[in-house]
Each structure stands twice: as C-alpha cells, then as structure tokens.
C-alpha cells in the first residue's frame, strides 16, 4: 500500500494512521505475553480463545512449556499437512478433547481411535456421499420454510435470540433427516438438554487439563450428567422403535438412521453401541457447529449492511424459494461466500488437538509424545502470514476467482486428512438452504446495546445468545 507520501506502508499501519480505523467484528484481542499457571487453567475454562498471544498470530510454530506440559501451536500449512496427512498415523485425537467428549458421544466416530475408528469411517462414509446428501434437501428446505412460517407469525420487528432459533432450526434438520419418523421426546427440550449438556460437559474442567485420573470428582458437572440421561433415553427409544419396524419387514424411511442399522447388518459394520454412539455424535457434532455459522452469518450481515444487500440481490436474483437440486445452490456464490467468510472469523470447532503417538519433527521442532499439538482454526483463520487484513469482514475472499488462491491447510473450519469432518457437505448445504430462505423473507438488525463476545465452550458460539430485530423484507 502506497500513502500520500510514497512510503509503503503496511495495512496495519495504514489503519493506526488513519483517523477512523475499519470496523472489524468482535475478537479478544492478542495478549502480549503469555498466561501463567493459575490463569491458563482458568481461560481454559472460560473462553480458551482467550489464551493466544501475538506471537502465535505472528510466527508458523510456537512451542512452549506449560502447566498442562509442553504446548506446541502449529499454523504453518506444510506443517499442518505433516501432522493431519502425511504422517497422520503417528497422531491420535487430544487427550483432552477425548476426555471431554467421550462421556457424552460414547465410542462414535468423532471420538474412536485405531481399528474401530477405521471400521466405523468405511461402515459411514456412504450415508455421506455427494448423492445422498442432495436428497436430503427436501428435509432441508422443509424445516427452513417451517422457521418462516414460525417468524411470520411474529409482530415485525420483534426481538429474538437469533441463536436459538438457529439451535432450534438445524435441530430439527437433523430430527428430519437422521429419524424422519419423528424423536421421541419434544426437540425443544432435547435442544435444551444438549445446549446445557455441551455446556456443562463440555467445559474444559482443571483436573482433566491437568490429565488428572478420571475416577476423581469434577465438581460442578452434576446438571450436564443429568440432561446427558434426558439425551441418552430419547436416543435409546428411537433405534428400538426403528429397530422393531424393521423386523417387522416394514418399509423404513431412507433417513441416516436405516443407513446407520444397515450399516451394522454389513460384513465389518457397526457394533450395536455404536449406532447409538453416533446417532448421539451425529447430533452434538452437527447441530450446535451448524447453528453457530448460521448465527454468525446474521451477525456478520447485519455488521456489514453492504454485504447484506448485495446477499440480498444474489438471492432475489434467483426469484424462487430455495430451488431443489445442487445446481442450482451453486448459483448462490455469494450465500456461500458470506457462510466461508464466517467460518474463517468464526469457527465453531476452534480447535483441533492432535498427540503424537512417537516422537516426530514438525517444521524443525521436535515433539514427543507428552506434547499436546493444537492446530487452531481461531488462530490460523486469523495469522497475519496467511491472510489479507485477517480481522475484517470480507467475502469476496471466497468469491469462486479468489477462492482457490486460498492454501488448502490455512483454511481449516472442517480440518483435513483422514478425520475431516464426515458432515462437511451436509453442514455447508443446510446453511446455504437456511440462510437463503432466512434472506429471502426477513432482515436481521443488531439488537441495539448488546454487545456480542465469542465464547469457546464445545463449539465457539456467542455468549449469552444473539439478540436481534427481525424485520420482513
Ligand atoms: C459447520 C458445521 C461443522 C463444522 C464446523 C464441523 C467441524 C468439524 C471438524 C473441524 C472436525 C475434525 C476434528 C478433528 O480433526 O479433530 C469434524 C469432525 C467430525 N464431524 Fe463435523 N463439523 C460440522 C458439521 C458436522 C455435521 C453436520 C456432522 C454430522 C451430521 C458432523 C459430524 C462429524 C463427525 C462424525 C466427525 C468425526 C470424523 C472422524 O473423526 O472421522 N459434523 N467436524
């Protein structure tokens, strides 16, 4: 960048002299030094985005010691393709992020190790194919119009927790198309019960960063084991009632669930616990992160009215509802565009924690078995290395020219290599279908006064909810 006097400048610097610097969404901004023991505990907790300092915007590896034993933060591309691809074998899931999802999730896709996660990806990988996720469109469009509907009955204007009703929208997306006959219990309440069981679970508690046995009490955990049982029963009570409608010889719907229980009856499938292991994965792993880019991406449109408004054309553009079939959600560049965007600023898995099961050298530094690697999507999505004016608002990134100049392993919001999300495809088509028939029909302001913080708990959401105005277009 050139100023008036003919100095190059950087951007940042450009930004500092100019008297109203751009607006950019809310982030923490970079600590200048790094957390102590007591505080470290306590933002892992709290907001683990919190912890990151300037250095690890700055630099493609940190390596250092902690209280939770040696840290080793790695957002350099060739470095991430060494530890998610090339030698992925030599690296299981964090110890920690097992430990705080496998209560919950039992031995499911997202948490196995070894043979039984090689035989559960071969046994699911086909209810994931391009195919079979286009046919759940209808299930798709289905519950977008069914929110519509639910907001027109609104006075206009009216406030609502936008996040909520996103959590409540790709809750019932995942109702229609894992049992399409229906949960067993209301789905509010078990959206209720999963939201405070990711939330109270889903904390990173003291002892088990500190790897402490499991056997000693983590207070404090009570309610999330409560509604852990809410959850489990409503699990237990569908694939019985599917189970017996398939022994019966009736004709069962095509829903992920029969996928699941054909799965099982397939040389090598899955073992029993494990269609209710991921029936439950299936849910915690794909409704809150769905619901969080949606959020994201009304808040995102609502803070840059200009990019709202030209989301607005591309959709009115395309004249009728949500048109079924894949072609036609390719048209909606800029739908997608805006929903990448957001999940570059705001990536609902913010962290992907690998241990290394031998020593290895990533980029020059060695790592030992002791060592927790974090890839962080949070941190990548953001280096001053890898992206343009990292903290600002800007689609066009991912307008279909740009977009493949982005590094395939700077941009990480599904992770990569071997345990890539399974539900990529699904979670980017439910989000184009609802934020296009959300756009179509209503616009979304911010709720003047609230101030809207990222929190990581699970899944990066905002805290407290997204109060917003809804208003019909
Ligand atoms: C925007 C929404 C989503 C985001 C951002 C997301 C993100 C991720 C990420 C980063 C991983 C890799 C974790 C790692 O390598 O440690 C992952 C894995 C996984 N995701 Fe998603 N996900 C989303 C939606 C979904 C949906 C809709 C489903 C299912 C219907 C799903 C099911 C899974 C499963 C089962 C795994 C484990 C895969 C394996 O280890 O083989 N996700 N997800």
């Given at each position: 960048?050139?100023?008036?006097?003919?100095?190059?400048?950087?951007?940042?610097?450009?930004?500092?002299?100019?008297?109203?610097?751009?607006?950019?969404?809310?982030?923490?901004?970079?600590?200048?030094?790094?957390?102590?023991?007591?505080?470290?505990?306590?933002?892992?907790?709290?907001?683990?985005?919190?912890?990151?300092?300037?250095?690890?915007?700055?630099?493609?590896?940190?390596?250092?010691?902690?209280?939770?034993?040696?840290?080793?933060?790695?957002?350099?591309?060739?470095?991430?393709?060494?530890?998610?691809?090339?030698?992925?074998?030599?690296y299981r899931k964090g110890v920690l992020q097992t430990r705080v999802l496998r209560p919950g999730l039992g031995n499911g896709?997202?948490?196995?190790?070894?043979?039984?996660?090689?035989?559960?990806?071969?046994?699911?990988?086909?209810?994931?194919?391009?195919?079979?996720?286009?046919?759940?469109?209808?299930?798709?469009?289905?519950?977008?119009?069914?929110?519509?509907?639910?907001?027109?009955?609104?006075?206009?204007?009216?406030?609502?927790?936008?996040?909520?009703?996103?959590?409540?929208?790709?809750?019932?997306?995942?109702?229609?198309?894992?049992?399409?006959?229906?949960?067993?219990?209301?789905?509010?309440?078990?959206?209720?019960?999963?939201?405070?069981?990711?939330?109270?679970?889903?904390?990173?508690?003291?002892?088990?960063?500190?790897?402490?046995?499991?056997?000693?009490?983590?207070?404090?955990?009570?309610?999330?084991?409560?509604?852990?049982?809410?959850?489990?029963?409503?699990?237990?009570?569908?694939?019985?009632?599917?189970?017996?409608?398939?022994?019966?010889?009736?004709?069962?719907?095509?829903?992920?669930?029969?996928?699941?229980?054909?799965?099982?009856?397939?040389?090598?499938?899955?073992?029993?616990?494990?269609?209710?292991?991921?029936?439950?994965?299936?849910?915690?792993?794909?409704?809150?992160?769905?619901?969080?880019?949606?959020?994201?991406?009304?808040?995102l449109l609502a803070f840059a009215p200009e990019w709202r408004e030209r989301l607005e054309r591309e959709i009115d553009e395309?004249?009728?509802?949500?048109?079924?079939?894949?072609?036609?959600?390719?048209?909606?560049?800029?739908?997608?565009?805006?929903?990448?965007?957001?999940?570059?600023?705001?990536?609902?898995?913010?962290?992907?924690?690998?241990?290394?099961?031998?020593?290895?050298?990533?980029?020059?530094?060695?790592?030992?078995?002791?060592?927790?690697?974090?890839?962080?999507?949070?941190?990548?999505?953001?280096?001053?290395?890898?992206?343009?004016?990292?903290?600002?608002?800007?689609?066009?990134?991912?307008?279909?020219?740009?977009?493949?100049?982005?590094?395939?392993?700077?941009?990480?919001?599904?992770?990569?290599?071997?345990?890539?999300?399974?539900?990529?495809?699904?979670?980017?088509?439910?989000?184009?279908?609802?934020?296009?028939?959300?756009?179509?029909?209503?616009?979304?302001?911010?709720?003047?006064?609230?101030?809207?913080?990222?929190?990581?708990?699970?899944?990066?959401?905002?805290?407290?909810?997204?109060?917003?105005?809804?208003?019909?277009?």
């Amino acid at each position: 960048m050139t100023s008036s006097t003919g100095l190059d400048i950087e951007p940042e610097t450009s930004a500092r002299l100019h008297p109203v610097a751009p607006r950019v969404p809310p982030a923490p901004p970079p600590r200048e030094k790094p957390l102590g023991g007591i505080g470290l505990l306590k933002a892992l907790r709290t907001n683990p985005i919190t912890i990151w300092t300037r250095r690890h915007f700055e630099e493609p590896i940190v390596l250092r010691r902690t209280i939770i034993g040696p840290m080793c933060v790695v957002s350099d591309p060739g470095a991430i393709k060494h530890v998610l691809v090339d030698n992925a074998k030599n690296y299981r899931k964090g110890v920690l992020q097992t430990r705080v999802l496998r209560p919950g999730l039992g031995n499911g896709l997202l948490t196995a190790e070894g043979e039984r996660w090689r035989g559960q990806r071969r046994a699911l990988a086909p209810a994931f194919t391009p195919r079979l996720i286009e046919g759940f469109q209808p299930a798709m469009v289905s519950m977008a119009v069914r929110l519509i509907e639910r907001w027109r009955a609104l006075p206009d204007a009216s406030p609502i927790d936008a996040a909520r009703e996103m959590t409540h929208v790709t809750l019932e997306v995942l109702e229609r198309t894992i049992f399409s006959d229906g949960l067993a219990s209301e789905p509010a309440s078990l959206a209720q019960a999963i939201t405070r069981y990711l939330d109270t679970l889903g904390r990173v508690h003291p002892f088990d960063a500190l790897d402490l046995p499991s056997w000693l009490p983590r207070f404090g955990r009570g309610n999330g084991r409560e509604t852990l049982g809410i959850f489990d029963r409503a699990v237990e009570t569908i694939i019985a009632r599917r189970r017996e409608l398939l022994a019966r010889g009736e004709e069962a719907p095509r829903d992920l669930l029969t996928l699941l229980l054909e799965a099982q009856t397939t040389e090598n499938g899955l073992a029993p616990d494990e269609v209710k292991a991921n029936i439950a994965t299936f849910i915690a792993a794909g409704h809150e992160t769905t619901a969080n880019t949606l959020s994201w991406s009304l808040f995102l449109l609502a803070f840059a009215p200009e990019w709202r408004e030209r989301l607005e054309r591309e959709i009115d553009e395309a004249q009728d509802d949500v048109k079924l079939g894949s072609s036609s959600l390719d048209r909606l560049v800029i739908t997608k565009a805006v929903i990448e965007e957001a999940l570059r600023l705001y990536p609902p898995a913010a962290s992907i924690t690998r241990q290394p099961i031998g020593e290895d050298e990533i980029a020059g530094h060695k790592v030992t078995s002791k060592t927790r690697v974090v890839i962080s999507p949070w941190v990548l999505h953001r280096h001053r290395r890898l992206w343009n004016e990292p903290e600002r608002f800007d689609p066009s990134r991912f307008l279909p020219d740009k977009r493949q100049r982005i590094d395939r392993f700077a941009y990480l919001p599904f992770g990569a290599g071997p345990r890539i999300c399974i539900g990529a495809g699904f979670a980017l088509q439910e989000a184009i279908i609802i934020l296009a028939a959300i756009t179509r029909h209503f616009r979304l302001d911010l709720s003047p006064g609230h101030e809207v913080r990222p929190v990581q708990r699970v899944t990066l959401r905002p805290q407290g909810g997204l109060p917003m105005i809804l208003r019909r277009r």
